[in-house]
Nanobody, 124 residues
Framework: QVQLVESGGGLVQAGGSLRLSCAGSGRTFSGYRMGWFRQAPGKEREFVAYISRNGGSIRYADSVKGRFTMSRDNAKITVWLQMNSLKPEDTAVYYC?????????????????WGQGTQVTVSS
């Protein structure tokens, strides 16, 4: 089992940057694909990015490609999401998630473990 705790959210002006962190627990952290999702008020939770177990493969949603960068350090049991050139439409609660399956998916319901979320608000 993996426990996840996000941090780093906050209020930022459009064009600014934030770096989210997700600290994991458990010796099997490196055995999970890790992902970031977000949920805006009144909207469904949506995929943002995921990274493979060894960090060698990363996929981004089209809406964040070129602006967000995901990374991980298995020794530190942590993943990060560097968010640059933020837009008001990036405002949401951001969630870290872990997936044990062998086939990558962007569907939130298929992911196994979730953090509690961290609020990101981008003002115009």
């Amino acid at each position: 089992q993996v426990q996840l705790v996000e941090s780093g959210g906050g209020l930022v002006q459009a064009g600014g940057s934030l770096r989210l962190s997700c600290a994991g627990s458990g010796r099997t952290f490196s055995g999970y694909r890790m992902g970031w999702f977000r949920q805006a008020p009144g909207k469904e939770r949506e995929f943002v990015a995921y990274i493979s177990r060894n960090g060698g493969s990363i996929r981004y949603a089209d809406s964040v490609k070129g602006r967000f960068t995901m990374s991980r350090d298995n020794a530190k049991i942590t993943v990060w999401l560097q968010m640059n050139s933020l837009k008001p439409e990036d405002t949401a609660v951001y969630y870290c998630a872990a997936d044990a399956s062998s086939v990558p998916t962007v569907m939130p319901g298929r992911w196994d473990y979730w953090g509690q979320g961290t609020q990101v608000t981008v003002s115009s």
